[in-house]
């Protein structure tokens, strides 16, 4: 499975960005999706994951981002509204096979995107 993460850009506090994951040469629909970001000098992290009818968020983004997918077009998108300054990162797509106690966990997920860069200004 390939995956091809964009956009991503610069916007101001209080705005608003929906990033999009397409996939290729697999069956998408049977994988959990993810995204994770990275911002400098930090390590990845979790923000949100569907997996079957159930959608996962880190506690800093509950409320403002929301995951979904399209497995029509293969595509799982991240809605992401009243973005921070904090929210700036370079946001990666995945997907694997995690089991519900390990949705968060990088290590769960075998196919990642190639990021895509989000910069929220203050």
């Known amino acids: 499975v390939q995956l091809q993460a964009s956009g991503g850009g610069l916007v101001q506090a209080g705005g608003c960005l929906r990033l999009?994951?397409?996939?290729?040469?697999?069956?998408?629909?049977?994988?959990?999706k993810a995204w994770f970001r990275q911002a400098p000098g930090k390590e990845r992290e979790f923000v949100a994951a569907?997996?079957?009818?159930?959608?996962y968020y880190t506690d800093s983004v509950k409320g403002r981002f929301t995951i979904s997918r399209d497995n029509a077009k293969n595509t799982v998108y991240l809605q992401m509204n009243s973005l921070k300054p904090e929210d700036t990162a370079v946001y990666y797509c995945?997907?694997?096979?995690?089991?519900?106690?390990?949705?968060?966990?990088?290590?769960?997920?075998?196919?990642w995107g190639q990021g895509t860069e989000v910069t929220v200004s203050s």
């Open positions: 995945a997907a694997g096979r995690p089991i519900t106690s390990t949705v968060r966990a990088h290590e769960s997920y075998h196919y």
């Open positions: 569907i997996k079957g009818g159930s959608t």
């Open positions: 999009s994951c397409a996939a290729s040469g697999g069956t998408f629909s049977s994988y959990s």
